[in-house]
């Protein structure tokens, strides 16, 4: 049986493509899919990709890559990543490694940005490269 990757996605994330492409670039969350999907082939993993707007659904998945047992969660919480208490404890909950991962790099952009609940609490974080960052991502948590 394949090791699965949880790669979960907060709010926004599904307008990826049309939102705000001078930041974010026109590559959509299933061309995101794709590109994860092809590597994970590559290295033997299988990619469980999932968004929601909601801050519970992502708590509730991380809760449950622990109970199934997958290898490691790539988190892109949107902006929860800058508000969430219940994310940060969320991942210090659960033994899963929790990688974050954003598209752009939060510390070049807006002040309420360069505080992250999530990277406090995250065994790593890749940002700043675009869709590549969740490839990145991947390799890392193919090596851990
Ligand atoms: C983001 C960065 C966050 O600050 C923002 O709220 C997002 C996207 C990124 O991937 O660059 O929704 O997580």
Request: charged residues 20%; hydrophobic residues 45%.
């Amino acid at each position: 049986m394949p090791e699965t990757v949880f790669v979960l996605n907060g709010p926004n994330l599904n307008l990826l493509g049309t939102r705000e492409p001078e930041i974010y670039g026109s590559a959509t969350l299933d061309d995101i899919a794709g590109m994860l999907e092809d590597r994970a082939r590559e290295l033997g993993l299988e990619i469980d990709l999932r968004q929601s707007n909601h801050e519970g659904h992502l708590v509730d998945w991380l809760h449950e890559a622990q109970a199934v047992g997958a290898k490691a969660v790539l988190l892109n919480a949107g902006a929860f990543t800058h508000t969430s208490v219940a994310l940060h404890d969320a991942i210090k909950a659960i033994r899963t490694p929790v990688i974050e991962v954003h598209l752009s790099n939060p510390h070049t952009r807006e002040a309420f940005r360069h505080k992250s609940f999530v990277g406090m609490a995250a065994k790593a974080t890749i940002a700043g490269f675009g869709p590549l960052s969740y490839l990145l991502a991947l390799e890392g948590a193919y090596r851990l």
